[in-house]
């Protein structure tokens, strides 16, 4: 699983592209992309996710978005009805773990 926080645009597409990129040529098959912190997300970071999704895809993998917030979730949506890739959006993370048949990894217990 990925969180973006912030801004997805010209300026930090870059960055994610150095981390999903390689992805498709390791073990790694299946990618959920947390969103929920995303405040915007322009054409180009949407273009990097749907690049990462068609070559796991090659590779019988996927890459999934979960609890996106109303404009990237709009821009998604967009996207796939004007023939782009079929993106799937779960409303959460949880969501999108159910799915995949993972359960979310217990967090460490904290005592002061």
Not at 4 to 33: C, F, K, N, S, Y
Request: glycine share 6%; proline share 10%; charged share 10%.
């Amino acid at each position: 699983m990925i969180t973006l926080t912030g801004e997805l645009d010209a300026t930090t597409t870059r960055m994610l592209a150095a981390l999903l990129d390689p992805l498709p040529q390791t073990p790694v098959r299946h990618v959920i992309v947390a969103a929920q912190e995303l405040c915007f997300c322009d054409l180009r970071g949407l273009h990097q996710l749907a690049l990462t999704h068609r070559a796991l895809q090659a590779v019988n993998g996927h890459l999934a978005i979960a609890a996106a917030p109303p404009a990237p979730r709009r821009l998604i949506a967009l996207m796939i009805g004007h023939g782009g890739p079929a993106l799937t959006l779960y409303a959460s993370v949880a969501a999108a773990l159910s799915a995949a048949g993972t359960a979310p990894a217990p967090l460490p217990e904290h005592r002061p």
